[in-house]
Nanobody
Framework: QVQLVESGGGLVQAGGSLRLSCAAS????????MGWFRQAPGKQRELVAVITRGGNTNYADSVKGRFTISRDSAKNTVYLQMNSLKPDDTAVYYCNADVSIFTNTRTYWGQGTQVTVSS
């Protein structure tokens, strides 16, 4: 019923930039927190950034000052602007969102998009 679809991943050189997008579609009454996570090979999935319905943001220490999360509530979309990329940022990036349908709220995940940063 609800799908999150990411786009914008790819291959970039160190120091470059990428912008990820994640659009939610389906039967949606409301969306609370939206976030980006990443998982590198052999590592656990980790939080990158989160944004609340009201626009408050929180970032992992490793990306502060380089990444910016934002959202367009009218489009049910969350973005991640990634600047000054490093090889350590290489991972599959996943978005998630707390979606309300009627009186139920659950967390949905996107399928992931690969980001590869070459040195």
């Amino acid at each position: 019923q609800v799908q999150l679809v990411e786009s914008g991943g790819g291959l970039v050189q160190a120091g470059g930039s990428l912008r990820l997008s994640c659009a939610a579609s389906g039967i949606i009454f409301g969306i609370g927190d939206m976030g980006w996570f990443r998982q590198a090979p052999g590592k656990q999935r980790e939080l990158v950034a989160v944004i609340t319905r009201g626009g408050n943001t929180n970032y992992a220490d490793s990306v502060k000052g380089r990444f910016t999360i934002s959202r367009d509530s009218a489009k049910n979309t969350v973005y991640l602007q990634m600047n000054s990329l490093k090889p350590d940022d290489t991972a599959v990036y996943y978005c998630n969102a707390d979606v309300s349908i009627f009186t139920n709220t659950r967390t949905y995940w996107g399928q992931g998009t690969q980001v590869t940063v070459s040195s």
